[in-house]
């Protein structure tokens, strides 16, 4: 920084004001410049030093025709050429590159080294420019490039092509480049209906387009060829033809017989489930038939049920490879897996009431809901073998959820419901600090209440009455504020339990886990699927403790009998 400001201050000497003389000052006043018009050129001269860098952007087109005629390296090459022409530096973290498979200009979302770039040129000060091979390689969007545009302007960035020449300064400039990338944006979707034409016109001569199969090559017509892999496959279809096998049992049978799976790279890797549903996705290529549709419309269709009628179903059309597997055994594939299917079907409109709240009394595991083929809807542990000896176990939802539900009586009868307001107003009125008020409050009830005794004996007038009242009314306000009121809102406590036991009673299953998750804290069960203790959210837990002391028979949310244990030890 001292090495280019110190040659910009020396070549502003001259101009500064000289000290000799007020009459050759006045002389020399066109030649000199006020000190804040030195500072000011000053920073501009230092700021032009400072931007003499520039950024390179590369991006890789799918390559058509068997040619690639602006490649990575090409425009690379291209690209700092221009920049050693104008002088700017470009180092390697001046060059982004989207260059890893095809990376459409039509977005931004799959374009991570066009969007790191437009922060360079946000945040770095001392860029100057950026530079392309063609408009094209930034952007085919004519709505992204001009938001490009603007960010550059706004930046003082310059945006340099070394295909096109253009000037955005001014109207004409900026009406040429606008013409560019309308062209450009034309280009690529020309491109793209022609790439969809030929693929279409491809699939109906019966040669598949797209990733190749496992287990086939392509020849110089681009047709599938059977390779070494052709037994895997085979293998693969037999083993999950014989039924009873999930897609990880065919894989680890695979891997034991020694079969490798091949990855994107070509290279040997174990089977996995996924590699195992990659071939029997694939079924209807490998038994010589190529789709129209999608690979999304390649699925295993209801009424289909043999491999012809499932080519029927898809509009597919026979290859001009030569099939790998016999239709007899894609036939018996098709009919494993439509059993498989039908044995996975989970009724979406099962609610697990117990789910939010039911634990292990053992580990503290909590239990999750899960559908079996033969054992139906259970609780299970979540995670196996994590140091619970019943981990293993399962345990009848509808066992469960009867018993909590049969057990859970919260319509309390209104003798109980005013039983519970007399305890909590006792406990209010033994408080020391509300002794004496009460007993204060008490004495001017009677002489209130004797008072009006002797108002309707004709000893006081109406108005000596009323006086006398309100004296008595406005000592007793202020003495009922100064009581401390009860130790919980006992009132919206009992409302709330009561439209608890309502949804309860007469609510759908989804309504009636909301009232369980917000009744119980936890429920813990032992190994024999038996609740062993519960546990109230805070809100509950001081009603049930005045429910037990003012009505020990009263009964248990848990169908046991008094005294209720494992609640008293809830609400402890």
């Not at 050693?84 to 530096?89: M, N, T």
């Not at 040997?268 to 990659?278: D, I």
């Not at 369980?516 to 062993?532: A, C, N, Q, R």
Request: proline content about 4%; aromatic content about 6%; charged content about 30%.
């Amino acid at each position: 920084m001292v090495q280019r400001i110190v040659p910009a201050v020396v070549s502003l000497l001259p101009m500064l004001p000289s000290k000799k003389g007020k009459r050759r000052r006045q002389k020399n006043r066109s030649n000199q410049l006020s000190p804040r018009r030195l500072c000011d050129i000053l920073i501009s001269r230092c700021d032009m030093n400072q931007r003499r860098r520039a950024l390179v952007y590369i991006r890789k087109s799918m390559v058509r025709n068997r040619r690639d005629e602006i490649s990575p390296e090409r425009q690379l090459s291209n690209c700092m050429a221009v920049a050693q022409s104008h002088g700017w530096l470009v180092d390697e973290g001046d060059i982004y590159q989207d260059a890893e498979g095809h990376r459409s200009g039509r977005s931004e979302l799959h374009r991570p080294a066009w969007r790191a770039l437009k922060t360079r040129v946000i945040t770095d000060p001392s860029v100057a420019a950026v530079i392309v091979n063609s408009l094209d390689r930034s952007s085919r969007s004519p709505k992204d490039f001009f938001s490009f545009l603007d960010l550059i302007q706004t930046h003082e960035v310059e945006l340099v092509s070394v295909t096109e020449q253009f000037d955005t300064s001014s109207a004409i400039g900026k009406a040429f480049l606008a013409i560019l990338m309308v062209i450009a944006s034309l280009e690529s979707d020309l491109a793209s209906e022609r790439t969809s034409s030929t693929i279409d016109y491809l699939k109906s001569q019966g040669i598949h387009w797209g990733f190749t199969p496992y287990g086939y090559n392509r020849d110089d017509d681009t047709i599938l060829v059977p390779n070494g892999d052709t037994p895997a496959v085979v293998r693969c279809c037999e083993l999950y033809a014989q039924g009873g096998l999930s897609y990880l049992k065919v894989a680890r049978k695979l891997n034991a017989e020694g079969y490798r799976w091949r990855d994107k790279q070509g290279q040997p890797a174990p089977f996995s489930r996924y590699a195992v549903r990659s071939i029997l996705s694939n079924i209807m290529i490998y038994a010589g038939w190529v789709p129209i549709g999608r690979g999304k419309d390649m699925q295993i269709n209801d009424e289909a049920k043999t491999i012809a009628e499932l080519a029927f179903v898809t509009d597919a059309v026979e290859g001009k490879h030569e099939p790998i597997i016999t239709d007899e055994l894609a036939n018996r594939v098709l009919a494993t897996r439509h059993e498989r299917k039908a044995l996975g079907v989970r009724r979406d409109d099962y609610v697990y009431l117990l789910t939010p709240v039911l634990h292990c009394a053992t580990c503290g595991q909590p239990l999750r809901g899960k559908v079996g083929r033969r054992s139906g809807y259970t609780y299970c542990h979540r995670a196996r073998g994590k140091g619970c000896h019943h981990a293993d176990g399962t345990f009848s939802a509808e066992a469960l959820e009867g018993e909590v539900l049969q057990g859970l009586d919260l319509k309390l009868p209104p003798m109980t419901i005013a039983a519970i307001r007399e305890s909590v107003e006792s406990r209010m009125r033994s408080r020391p600090e509300n002794s004496a008020i009460q007993d204060t409050i008490d004495a001017l009830k009677k002489k209130r209440q004797r008072l009006r005794e002797l108002y309707l004996m004709g000893e006081y007038e109406k108005e000596d009455y009323l006086l006398l009242r309100s004296d008595i009314m406005r000592e007793l306000n202020g003495l009922e504020r100064k009581l401390t009121g009860p130790d919980y809102p006992v009132e919206s406590v009992l409302t709330r339990l009561d439209k608890l036991s309502d949804v309860l009673e007469r609510g759908k299953r989804g309504q009636q886990k909301k009232v369980l998750g917000m009744l119980f804290e936890s429920v813990s069960i032992d190994g024999e699927g038996t609740i062993k203790e519960v546990e109230l959210q805070k809100w509950a837990r001081p009603l049930f403790a005045d429910l037990f002391i003012v009505n020990g028979d009263h009964k248990c949310p848990q169908g046991n009998s008094n005294p209720c244990r494992r609640l008293e030890r809830a609400v402890s």
